[in-house]
């Protein structure tokens, strides 16, 4: 297994970078899935699920994901 970790602030674009780094993993990379950490809410898994992505998701609550 190997494990790519995108982080930082919200709106900078970190789910389009998952996207294509995703599209250009697939096959090459065996299998590729996505698991995403918020603090309170997230519609990205709709968005991977869209792309053809198996996705999780978390919320942290009030706790920072980061930390």
């Known amino acids: 297994m190997r494990l790519i970790v ?3 602030p919200p709106s900078v674009g970190k789910t389009a970078i998952v996207l294509k ?3 250009a993993l697939a096959g090459a990379a065996g299998h590729v899935g996505v698991v995403k950490f ?3 809410a ?3 898994e709709a968005t991977h ?3 053809g992505l ?3 998701a978390g919320l942290a609550g ?3 994901p980061d930390h």
Do not use: I, W
């Open 6 to 8: 995108v982080a930082g």
């Open 21 to 23: 780094t995703a599209e």
């Open 38 to 40: 918020d603090s309170l």
């Open 42 to 44: 997230s519609m990205d």
């Open 49 to 51: 699920a869209k792309a």
């Open 54 to 56: 198996p996705a999780v």
């Open 62 to 64: 009030s706790l920072c």
